[in-house]
């Protein structure tokens, strides 16, 4: 694997800076084994910024260089467990990943750019879980998967590894419009004893401090992520979940129909970010 051929030196020094939402409209492009990922891009039109930035572009240069390498990055660990997952048979069919996807992984590169989307058959969102579910039990008859636990993440992280450098962009529209309405709603919604919306930290104040860590806009084009403080992947509806119970709020459940809208609307103020999965975040 390559290292990246970037400036640490520099991302630390406008970190550090009081101007940091400004400066982070320099952010640099970070480049893994050869793929460019855009760490910033122009905002969605439904937003009231000009530029969107990756959660990369936040963290201190140590955390940032975890990522840079794949070798160096500990949640390519999870990786390597679910490309073993995929070839296992699991199930009352008897079969595996495998066994219906013969190209492999690659199969699904450009997947993690549009989900979550809307399932015609289904007649709703689904998001990649929602996927492997599906598959797990109509067609390998296995079980289906608990959505944020490490089989799901490691398994999303791998499949999202085939979009790496592929920009997002999840449809808003269409059949999908109710839900992302609903996800809209959510994010600007004032929850909790702390009387506090997503909105507050990551529209209002990213670039700020908060206890040990900088706010960043809360984009999920790297998720699943493998945060330090937890030292494993985390999938985006598990991240929603800890942020209400941080503001003191009852959470939705991770899987339930709020999250999930959630999840989409902000997927969609992503849309032109890299996917990066999977990522390395404080």
């Keep these: 694997m390559k290292k990246v051929t970037t400036l640490c030196a520099a991302i630390s020094a406008f970190t550090l800076s009081t101007g940091f939402a400004n400066a982070a409209a320099h952010a640099p492009v970070l480049s893994i084994d050869g793929v460019v990922i855009a760490t910033s891009a122009p905002a969605p039109d439904f937003l009231d910024m000009d530029e969107i930035f990756s959660g990369w572009v936040y963290r201190i240069a140590e955390t940032q260089a975890l990522q840079m390498n794949d070798f160096d990055n500990p949640g390519m660990i999870f990786v390597d467990i679910a490309l073993d997952t995929w070839n296992r048979v ?19 590169a450009g997947l993690r750019t549009v989900t979550p989307r809307w399932n015609e058959e289904a007649g709703a969102v689904w998001s990649m879980e929602d996927y492997v579910n599906y598959s797990r039990v109509e067609y390998m008859g296995a079980e289906p998967w608990k959505v944020g636990g490490a089989d799901m993440n490691g398994m999303v992280a791998l499949i999202s590894l085939q979009s790496r450098g592929m920009p997002m962009n999840v449809a808003i529209d269409g059949p999908a419009a109710e839900t992302w309405a ?4 959510l994010y600007f919604t004032r929850f909790g004893q702390l009387d506090m919306a997503c909105a507050n930290c990551h529209e ?10 900088r706010l960043s806009q809360g984009q999920s084009n790297g998720f699943p992520a493998y945060r330090l403080k937890n030292a494993k992947l985390n999938g985006i509806q598990s991240r929603f979940l800890g942020c209400m119970q941080n503001i003191r709020a009852t959470p939705f459940s991770v899987g339930g129909p709020e ?3 959630l999840e989409l609307y902000v997927a969609s103020r992503g849309n032109g970010l890299s996917v990066e999965g999977p990522s390395v975040r404080n």
């Design 204 to 213: 209002d104040n990213y670039g700020v401090m908060i206890r040990a860590d």
């Design 259 to 261: 999250f999930l809208a």
């Design 182 to 185: 609903l996800g809209e709603e």
């Design 90 to 108: 699991e199930g009352s069919e008897g079969k595996s990943c495998a066994s219906c996807h013969l190209a492999g992984p690659e199969e699904f």
